[in-house]
């Protein structure tokens, strides 16, 4: 997080930051290699700070014993996870909400609209498609490649649309470029409803039988033919690229 929205959060809630790497705070709980940083970007800013009105108004005002802390702030899995150095009822609800809210946040703009959870190299983050081809280092503009594909419903061969990078790894989702990949006489693009993201996205449709493809799976037959954006030529005498489509 931003130095400025953190100063903001220690300034406003010093009970709650109460990040000062002592014998007390470790042995609570705290890690000291963590003691001064929110590890998480700005976009759940709102979420992290709900947590830390609550625990102001309900038990960091009484001048007792009883105040709550966090020990640790973090991402973890693509969720914003809380820590803190005990969990009355009242706090446990309150991180848990911010835990289940932040999986439909995009971490770093805040949004709420056209999130999910992405991963790249391994690590995953909850973002919205804009956040995350940037973060993906996805370029403004990527190749889209036309190959043959057997279709799984009728077993026709069809041809299908792949732009690469822009779904991530596994097949994604491709919402930026969604519109223009549907004007291509090349493919049948069509927005359809994905069983395993439990959303409409826009995905190859059988030009014989209308069947949606998968995008995972068309990922998969693209990765096969070594399709990515370093790929100038492919070597696999059914792939061509069509054209190039914008993504933000």
């Not at 779904?167 to 927005?191: F, S, Y």
Request: charged share 25%; with cysteine.
């Amino acid at each position: 997080m931003n130095q400025e929205l953190e100063a903001y959060l220690t300034d406003s809630y010093p009970t709650f930051f109460h990040y000062r790497a002592t014998d007390e705070t470790v042995a609570d709980g705290m890690d000291p290699a963590i003691a001064h940083e929110i590890a998480c970007d700005d976009g759940w800013f709102p979420l992290i700070e709900a947590v830390a009105t609550i625990a102001k108004k309900q038990f960091n005002t009484r001048g007792d014993r009883e105040t709550i802390h966090a020990t640790q702030i973090k991402e973890k899995f693509g969720a914003l996870r809380i820590y803190v150095n005990r969990s009355p009822d009242r706090i446990t609800a309150a991180t848990w909400m911010a835990q289940r809210l932040s999986e439909q946040m995009c971490e770093r703009c805040g949004a709420t609209q056209g999130t999910r959870k992405q991963s790249d190299t391994g690590w995953m983050k909850t973002l919205c498609e804009s956040c995350g081809l940037e973060w993906r280092g996805v370029p403004e503009e990527v190749p889209v490649w036309q190959f043959t594909y057997e279709c799984h419903e009728c077993g026709s061969e069809t041809p299908v649309l792949y732009p690469v990078g822009v779904g991530g790894k596994h097949g994604g989702a491709w919402e930026p470029v969604g519109e223009q990949l549907k004007t291509l006489t090349e493919g049948n693009i069509q927005e359809v409803f994905s069983e395993v993201q439990r959303t409409v996205v826009y995905g190859n449709c059988c030009v014989e039988c209308d069947a949606y493809q998968g995008n995972y799976y068309v990922y998969e037959a693209a990765a096969d033919r070594d399709l990515t954006l370093e790929t100038t030529a492919s070597h696999d005498h059914d792939a061509t690229r069509v054209t190039t489509v914008t993504t933000r």
